[in-house]
């Protein structure tokens, strides 16, 4: 059995990491619905759902895995119940 060098198992080790991460962000998506929901509210803003995807979308922009993941989970939840309720 062929024995991986350092970079190797790093590279795997990253790789697993940032996978974790983004299943762990994609738990937080309520919390990025509704902190969009917040600052449109405070901006007095209508809160429509074109508005709350175009925020997270904005947001979702970040370096932060968790954060992309969360931001993604919460479009595609909105997405789908806007859906639902057409």
């Known amino acids: 059995m062929a024995r991986k060098t350092p970079e190797q198992l790093a590279r ?7 996978k974790g991460l983004a299943k762990g962000g994609a ?14 509210a405070q901006q007095r803003e ?8 175009a925020l997270i979308e904005r947001e979702g922009e970040t370096l932060d895995v968790s954060v992309k ?12 119940a806007v859906a639902k309720g057409a």
């Open 12 to 18: 795997e080790f990253e790789g697993r990491k940032a």
């Open 46 to 53: 209508a809160i429509t759902p074109e508005a709350l995807v």
């Open 69 to 80: 993941a969360g931001a993604s989970e919460a479009i595609a939840r909105l997405k789908q």
């Open 27 to 40: 738990a937080y998506w309520p919390n990025i619905l509704a902190n969009a929901v917040l600052k449109l």
